[in-house]
């Protein structure tokens, strides 16, 4: 078999970590050495936003990848009150998993800002953006700054 040089596809990850995202997390930190996460932004939805980045940040743990900064992003929907899913998810949003603290970086800006700085410097090398839960970070991080667009590869949506 032979070797070949694959470029990783730089992505940021936007989600909302209930029992779905947790393994979606778990997936794309996995070592198959294609992809270069960039940053895991978190959003309120399955749960409040304290439980999403702490899950987050739990799977970081669980896949030993402690060189992935998890940013805690918007903490309610723009438009409407947060509705969230603990009876899918459980309580914690990852119901069945023991909860610890975690030990993974917490990033020290707003996701937003992640977001938006990463896409303004990303015009040589867009980054594909991975929507995994309620859209309240990329929305916004458009309304600051819409020539950011120009730093998008492409955008998976998950729904």
């Known amino acids: 078999m032979e070797n070949y040089l694959v470029e990783r596809l730089p992505i940021i990850i936007d989600c909302d970590p209930g029992q779905d995202d947790a393994i979606a997390l ?5 070592p198959a050495h294609e992809l270069e996460i960039l940053g895991i ?3 309120a939805g399955n749960v409040r936003l304290d439980l999403t980045t702490r899950n987050a940040r739990l799977m970081c743990d669980i896949a030993s990848r402690d ?3 998890v ?3 918007c903490d309610k929907p723009l438009k409407r009150q947060l509705v969230t899913a603990e009876k899918v998810h459980g309580l914690s949003g990852i119901g069945g998993i023991k909860v ?6 917490l990033g020290k800006i707003h996701a937003v800002d992640f977001i938006t700085k990463t896409l303004q410097r990303a015009v040589n090398v867009p980054v594909t953006l991975v929507l995994m839960g309620p859209l309240t970070n990329i929305a916004t991080a458009f309304e600051m700054d819409p020539s950011i667009t120009a730093g998008i590869a492409e955008i998976v949506l998950m729904g």
């Open 67 to 69: 060189d992935i900064a």
């Open 71 to 73: 940013y805690a992003g």
């Open 100 to 105: 610890v603290e975690p030990r993974a970086a």
């Open 41 to 43: 932004t978190t959003v």
């Open 26 to 30: 778990l997936l794309a930190m996995a």
